[in-house]
């Protein structure tokens, strides 16, 4: 059997349509200069030294005693932020979907804090952390009088990760427990299990995988997070950390190459378990749709202690966030507490506060649409179109996912900075205002293409094939089907690239120039130097900011979106 | 109204796909070869996994043969993408575009074809003249029923005037009342349009009411091709005879022959029988009879037991041995007729011009 005509016609078919063509190739082109390349650059500078290839970098590190500290303490923090935020998130989404919620209230709260993580930068947590229980916390020095608290290092990192990423384990896990088809838990109980039994024995294994897919992620996230351990972490170093003060401060370019490829290591590995294990198997146990209507529990013994626990924490949540803009309102926090707009206007007059959001907004701005466009693309291509390089793109654009940012700088400095391969070739991007986009897009392009990829499977392959048979090309049927019909997806898209740009900070730390003030790393320096009123003030500015991006998203969905058209059916 | 009627040829025509379990490549479609004539309607029908959708969308051009050649109108179209071929596809969901109303779904290949407004309006408007949809160029497509989806899915086609016309099963979402409505109404803007087609489908009634001509497909090769009445009265295996009605088998062997007519022996009966083709005195030998062409009487070639009978209102259903064969009967119009019971001793009686030798 021999198939070479078949795969010769479907080659040519292929090259009949040079849109796609192109669009393949310089998706490709990208794929590999921003992804793969400073990734592989990270190993080249690693392993090989003037005394030519070998182990001698990774030997030198791993005698260093602070790394070897920052490997366990990294780890450490990992575990246990994964674990709380899971069983945190699987509280939360338990309570929601099985328990009938009788405040409005408490139904308000759980909206909050599932917005909450997409619309704040991810270390104000931080800030609010040291403002509410650090040397001057208002909790700790003014209710409870304890003048000495330390809230920097290991619990305070650890907290204020749980606290930010647990949302995430919510949504997650609130999809999982929906997925599940109530009378798999009613026949259970009519065979005469207890409710806990019940629980225990079908609802826990069935979402089990769920549940260590959860935790995975998270603890990539925390793995992977940057600022929160700058900002609480005190003494206490993460590896993110320690590779970051190894090439600002210590300036060992091959030793910090080293390190990243050590963390990203540790990332890839647990990102392949979780995309390949864990995913697979957590979709696999729960296929369908829930048949009806769940019967909520209304058992008061039940509910009363599972809303009081959800409330608190979900209030705790809130005053965290709340704290933020009081910060910036308040004369001297923890010393004066007379209201003043003194920060508000030094963030302008003193610090540059204009150029600072400019920067900010217009490359965050730049890159969002760029970022859904080509998050659609690919998943395009993903999903609707056999070639031979798909498995490449998918596999680059979902790595890109589990390379902490920290790495992707560190490559991007060690790739770029003397041009590609140190010939000088692209090196007039070094320093520019658009290697910034690139990371922004880079950073965001792994979240817009998989809600594309999702987007898309729901939507019949042969919608698309009536186009392409009626005579459209690739192009017009993405520009005039496609894309039309994943709309919904495309704005969020265009919308988290957004928002995850204008708060970034963990790559952009390390490549941004004096010529650009970005609003993170601002806020990043003024919390370092203990200035919380202006920090506070950036902060909620851009808060501000990133909710008024949602809430337009949410509106121009609600009346101009695919949603309430057709999607029904 | 199709500009130029256009037949379709297949050369050898071989697909080949890797059995997502196995791992093994196998043939989907294996050395067809077929020649449709310019006009006519004709089914590829068969089981799942058959071939006749991948031969369709061969067709279509969605999938690339690997071996043969198809030739559209006399050219070859193998190297031609969808959207170059002069086909146009019905699909099984209709695929209709959901954020388009029902003109503009319509409209969609003629814009493409960069036609002018005008002449776009009027064609739209002709052709859902024809589909019985006249007036309702604004609805949304989530706004119809499964039937005038159907409509819309056939007019984007006609309206495209393509030189051949393929359908993938388009009827097998609809209920079964609405099946018989649109099957007629398919065949009827075919005849109208004067296009020729190619339907696949599953369901042999569909095919036989719709179809100039069948083809059967099994396991990837065709089993038969010819008229519905060919094909249902000279089925040349007993699987064509199995799948297309219901037919029984009875096994045995050619005693005598004489030119066309000989006698076999069935159940150690003599069976006269016609038409015994190539068969040669002591060559075994099956009979297909069809359930409605015998009955069951108190004489006739065959001596069995009854073991079912059931009133169907139009028929009487029997189930008779005939040694260790079932036999199944349908009695048309039993009314006033003797009605055997389970348990009685009769016959099975047939013309022997009802019987078809494989």
Known sequence: ?569 | MAKEKKGVRLEHISKIYKDPKTKKDFYAVHDTSLDIEPGSFVTLLGPSGCGKTTTLRMIAGFESPDEGEIYLGGEPINALTPNKRDTAMVFQSYALLPHYNIFDNVAYGLKLRKMDKETIKTKVTNILGLVGLEGMEARMTNQLSGGQQQRVALARALVLEPGVLLFDEPLSNLDAKLRVTMRTEIRRIQQEAGITAVYVTHDQSEAMAISDKIIIMEKGVVAQMGTPQEIYYHPKSEFVADFIGEANFLRGELITKKGKDGVARINGMKVEVKDVGDFSIGDPCTLVLRPESAVIADKGQLPCDVILSCFMGSYQNYHVMVGDTMVKITDFNPKNKKVYEVGDRAYVAFDPQNVHVL
């Not at chain 1, 260093?64 to 990992?78: C, D, P, Q, S, Y």
């Not at chain 1, 696999?284 to 009363?304: C, H």
């Not at chain 1, 690739?474 to 019909?485: A, C, D, N, R």
């Open chain 1, 1 to 569: 059997m021999a198939k070479s005509q078949g795969a010769a016609l479907d080659r040519k078919k292929f090259f009949a349509d040079p849109i796609m063509v192109t669009t393949i190739v310089v998706l490709i082109a990208f794929l590999t200069l921003f992804i793969l390349y400073p990734l592989a650059i990270l190993l080249v500078d690693s392993f090989v030294t003037d005394q030519g290839i070998g182990l001698g970098v990774f030997k030198r590190i791993m005698a260093m005693k602070n790394f070897r500290r920052a490997i366990t303490n990294t780890l450490k923090v990992g575990f246990l932020v994964g674990i709380a935020s899971a069983l945190i998130g699987l509280l939360f989404a338990y309570v929601e979907v099985y328990v009938k919620l009788k405040t409005r209230l408490l139904e308000g709260l759980f909206k909050v804090v599932s917005m909450l993580p997409v619309v704040s930068p991810p270390f104000v947590l931080s800030l609010s952390m040291i403002m509410l229980f650090g040397k001057a916390g208002i909790i700790t020095r003014y209710l409870l009088h304890i003048y000495d608290n330390n809230v920097y290092g290991f619990w305070g990192i650890a907290i204020v990760q749980t606290l930010t990423f647990f949302p995430v384990c919510y949504m997650m896990m609130r999809g999982l427990l929906k997925n599940i088809d109530p009378s798999l838990e009613e026949a259970a109980r009519d065979m005469g299990a207890s409710r806990w039994g019940v629980f225990m024995t079908v609802t826990l294994p069935l979402i089990l995988p769920g549940l260590g897919n959860a935790f995975l992620v998270t603890f990539i996230e925390s793995i992977a997070d940057f600022a929160n351990p700058m900002i609480i972490g005190g003494s206490y170093d993460t590896l993110a950390t320690t590779i970051y003060l190894q090439i600002t401060g210590a300036y060992d370019k091959e030793g910090a190459s080293a390190m990243a490829v050590v963390l990203l290591c540790i990332t890839l590995i647990m990102f392949i378990v979780q995309k390949y294990y864990l995913e697979a198997k957590s979709t696999a146990t729960l296929s369908g749709k829930a048949s009806r209507q769940r019967m909520l529990i209304e058992d008061r013994s039940v509910t009363i202690p599972l809303t009081i626990l959800c409330s608190l924490l979900a209030l705790f949540v809130c005053l965290m966030y709340i704290c933020v803009p009081f910060g910036a309102l308040f004369k001297t926090w923890g010393y004066d507490f007379h209201l003043t707009t003194k920060w508000f206007q030094q963030v302008f007059t003193r610090y540059k506060g204009f150029k600072a959001f400019k920067d900010s907004f217009v490359l965050s701005f730049i890159s969002a649409p760029i970022t859904a466009l080509l998050s659609m693309i690919i998943s395009y291509l993903v999903v609707k179109r056999s070639f031979k390089a798909k498995g490449f793109i998918e596999a680059v654009s979902m790595l890109a996912m589990a390379v902490p940012g920290t790495v992707l700088g560190i490559g991007y400095i060690r790739g770029f900075s003397a041009g590609v391969f140190r010939t000088g070739f692209l090196q007039g991007l070094y320093g520019t205002g658009t290697i910034l986009v690139i990371v922004f897009i880079v950073r965001s392009l792994p979240t817009g293409t998989r809600s594309g990829i999702s987007a898309l499977r729901q939507i019949d392959k042969s919608i698309e094939e009536s186009a392409y048979d009626m005579g459209a090309d690739s192009f017009t049927v993405f520009m005039t089907v496609t894309l039309p019909l994943i709309k919904d997806s495309f704005l969020s898209g265009l919308v988290t690239a957004f928002v995850r740009s204008i708060t970034a900070i963990s790559a952009i730390i390390l490549l941004v120039t004096p010529q650009f003030l970005l609003i993170t790393v601002q806020i990043n320096e003024f919390a370092e130097k203990g200035a919380y009123g202006i920090a506070c003030a950036f902060a909620t500015i851009l808060i501000l900011i990133t909710y008024s991006a949602v809430m337009l998203m949410n509106l121009v969905i609600k009346y101009f979106g695919t949603s309430r058209a057709y999607k029904e059916d």
